[in-house]
């Protein structure tokens, strides 16, 4: 699993009482060997765990300060045979100053020290009544028993035999303060922040503290682990709830549930990879990187091999989504929908007021792109109070056409009182057939594409007669294959599902026919949501269906959809695609089928190019586009040769 660039992230919560080192110090060994078995590649514990947070003037007392030192380590001996680092909090008395820290333990030795910055000062948290800031100690290197140990708010501890694996750390209120240490730490490299806090619970605050965690770990492109005190510190006048958190980027990957009155831990696995990929994709990062970023000490550790052998799918602590573009909610899925047909149906409004045009010709088959396309140019029009009778389609039965999606077509435009004219192509494409001397049965490409040009050089031809332009119907996905004739279904003059993946289609159809008060017309949609896909270029079966299933020939759109995401938006390999699609589609696809449709996606992105090279506009609306003038700009002629033989020997 670390191949594939994920580290495991504990966030634990030991059974402790205020000032009861000796019994703090078992708890929280038992909770370490209880953890070790999830195989973690780092275990966090709360602020002060060693000592108990809530200790109050006790701070002050000799005999409290040297236990939580002598337990300190008595906790680093413990790890000598643990493969991941530990980190753990006690006051520490340094050169007559006396600091909130947070000690990082591994292999049986002290790693380094990080002080607290930022202290509290209010009733409930008086920390500036016992404790100085980090920032106040000059020191670099503080002296154990063990030596000489690095001191500061600036160290970096980075695995030796995982470089991702950097993290460093904050404490607490360093979180809330304006200016985190977790985001210098971050601009440094680090790409986990480890947060051993003791936030207490007020009604809202576990929420708010969810929102400022989750803010920190997006605005730094980086995982943030949190572990705070529970309820074994004092309730003299405030609760302590034991929260722990696992965002990343943003994203919360897991949540412990609070008020456990044993000791708790939540594991989930990180993916670093994606971390590193999205910081060097982000200008806005680089460009902090070259203007605040920080001087930082890297501290070394040798982390475990222990997960580097699990090659079973299920391993992996962390949900894979199959339908990374697609809301697994209905409720989310709609408010997603919303915002995409306002963001498509805006996009073409602006064009149209922009070029002075009040006409709109399309083609429509009956399928999913053509109808949404519809659908969208409609929205557009009343968007701007353009009459209605400016939106002209034609349906053009070609060798293929069924009279589902034919009737479909028509009944929906009927239905909506959109002019539409039909015009059979089916002659005109056998003369052309003929010119070319084909043999005029459909076994070749050119028996295709004589359709799809066809089609286009009609809706261009009468666009130029009505002053308007011709709206593109083909989806991201498709782009992404190149399934498409090229100056065909290819080309348009303003192309609004561009941005669009195949899986997201159907629920916009689906979205709008939800909301039509014409039933008759949200049937017809439900219907085509039904048809099978297909371009319709080759003839139907003997009972007149549909014989060319796309899916049947470049495969499920679902898997390229995946695809996509992986290699577009995360960056990652075949090799990463492979095992993480495994996961998501397990019980659902074997791997040979996978690898085989991975394989055609690879070498249809990488030899399609030259049709996204020649774009026509289209408005961006998710995190992926493939317009050369924005996202994606990749040479026409890019070698796929490395590409392809990691997918080969993928295991």
């Known amino acids: 699993m670390k191949k594939h660039g994920f580290a495991r992230i504990c966030a634990a919560v030991p059974s402790v009482k205020p000032a009861a080192v000796e019994k703090n110090l078992r708890a929280i060994i038992e909770l370490i060997h209880g953890a070790k078995k999830e195989l973690p590649d780092l275990l966090l514990l709360p602020e002060l765990s060693l000592s108990g947070y809530s200790c109050g003037d006790l701070f002050r007392q000799n005999s409290l300060l040297q236990s939580s030192?002598?337990?300190?380590?008595?906790?680093?001996?413990?790890?000598?045979?643990?493969?991941?680092?530990?980190?753990?909090?006690?006051?520490?008395?340094?050169?007559?100053?006396?600091y909130n820290c947070a000690a990082i333990l591994s292999r049986g030795r002290v790693?380094?020290?990080?002080?607290?910055?930022?202290?509290?000062?209010?009733?409930?948290?008086?920390?500036?009544?016992?404790?100085?800031?980090?920032?106040?100690?000059?020191?670099?290197?503080?002296?154990?028993?063990?030596?000489?140990?690095?001191?500061?708010?600036?160290?970096?501890?980075?695995?030796?035999l995982n470089p991702l694996m950097r993290f460093g750390i904050e404490i607490c209120e360093d979180l809330w303060s304006p200016l985190p240490p977790s985001t210098a730490l971050s601009l440094a490299g680090a790409l986990i922040i480890a947060n051993p806090s003791a936030s207490n619970e007020l009604v809202g605050k576990a929420d708010y503290r969810k929102q400022v965690t989750s803010q920190q770990s997006a605005r730094c492109i980086g995982t943030y682990a949190y572990a705070s005190a529970g309820p074994g510190e004092s309730t003299t006048d405030t609760v302590y709830g034991g929260h722990?958190?696992?965002?990343?980027?943003?994203?919360?990957?897991?949540?412990?549930?609070?008020?456990?009155?044993?000791?708790?831990?939540?594991?989930?696995?990180?993916?670093l990879e994606f971390l590193e990929h999205q910081r060097i994709s982000s200008p806005s990062y680089s460009q902090a990187m070259e203007l605040e970023a920080s001087d930082c000490r890297t501290i070394g550790y040798q982390g475990g091999s222990s997960i580097v052998s699990l090659s079973g799918s299920k391993d992996l602590r962390r949900r894979v989504d199959?339908?990374?573009?697609?809301?697994?909610?209905?409720?989310?899925?709609?408010?997603?929908?919303?915002?995409?047909?306002?963001?498509?149906?805006?996009?073409?409004?602006?064009?149209?007021?922009?070029?002075?045009?009040?006409?709109?010709?399309l083609g429509l088959s009956g399928g999913l792109d053509?109808?949404?396309?519809?659908?969208?140019?409609?929205?557009?029009?009343?968007?701007?109070?353009?009459?209605?009778?400016?939106?002209?389609?034609?349906?053009?039965?070609?060798?293929?056409?069924?009279?589902?999606?034919?009737?479909?077509?028509?009944?929906?435009?009927?239905?909506?009182?959109?002019?539409?004219?039909?015009?059979?192509?089916?002659?005109?494409?056998?003369?052309?057939?003929?010119?070319?001397?084909?043999?005029?049965?459909?076994?070749?490409?050119?028996?295709?594409?004589?359709q799809a040009r066809q089609r286009t050089m009609h809706l261009m031809n009468k666009a130029n007669m009505l002053g308007g332009i011709v709206i593109g119907t083909g989806d991201l996905s498709e782009l992404a294959l190149g399934w498409c004739t090229y100056n065909g279904d290819h080309m348009s003059m303003y192309a609004v599902n561009t941005g669009v993946p195949k899986t997201l289609v159907r629920y916009l159809v689906q979205f709008v026919a939800d909301q039509m008060d014409n039933k008759k017309a949200a049937g017809i949609l439900y219907d085509i949501i039904d048809t099978p896909i297909s371009p319709e270029l080759l003839p139907p079966d003997k009972q007149g269906k549909i014989a060319q299933k796309t899916e049947d020939v470049i495969g499920p759109y679902e898997l390229h959809d995946f695809f996509l995401y992986q290699f577009v938006r995360c960056g990652f390999g075949p090799s990463k695609t492979l095992y993480l699609a495994q996961i998501a589609f397990d019980g659902q696809y074997e791997k040979s089928v996978i690898k085989g449709w991975l394989k055609k996606f690879i070498g249809r992105f990488f030899s399609q190019q030259f049709k996204r090279s020649c774009l026509p506009d289209g408005p961006k609306v998710g995190t992926i586009a493939l317009s050369p003038r924005g996202d994606w700009r990749m040479p026409s002629d890019s070698d796929p040769e490395i590409w392809l033989n990691e997918l080969e020997d993928s295991d």
């Open 69 to 98: 030192r002598k337990a300190l380590m008595s906790l680093a001996e413990e790890t000598l045979h643990l493969d991941f680092p530990v980190i753990t909090g006690l006051p520490l008395l340094i050169n007559s100053g006396l």
């Open 111 to 160: 790693l380094g020290i990080v002080p607290k910055t930022y202290l509290p000062n209010s009733n409930e948290f008086y920390e500036q009544r016992w404790f100085s800031s980090g920032r106040s100690s000059r020191e670099e290197f503080i002296s154990l028993s063990q030596g000489e140990i690095p001191f500061g708010t600036d160290l970096i501890f980075q695995d030796e």
């Open 244 to 271: 722990t958190l696992i965002y990343e980027n943003g994203k919360l990957l897991k949540e412990g549930e609070r008020f456990q009155t044993e000791s708790s831990w939540i594991c989930s696995d990180t993916d």
């Open 322 to 361: 199959p339908h990374p573009f697609v809301p697994s909610s209905e409720e989310d899925r709609e408010v997603r929908c919303r915002e995409i047909f306002s963001i498509q149906s805006t996009a073409l409004a602006a064009r149209l007021k922009h070029i002075g045009c009040k006409a709109a010709v």
């Open 370 to 450: 053509s109808t949404l396309a519809l659908l969208v140019t409609r929205e557009a029009f009343k968007r701007i109070d353009l009459p209605q009778e400016g939106l002209q389609c034609f349906t053009m039965p070609g060798f293929g056409t069924t009279n589902r999606t034919k009737s479909n077509a028509q009944i929906l435009c009927e239905e909506m009182n959109i002019p539409l004219e039909v015009l059979d192509i089916q002659d005109i494409c056998t003369r052309q057939l003929e010119d070319l001397n084909h043999h005029g049965e459909p076994s070749d490409v050119t028996y295709e594409n004589v």
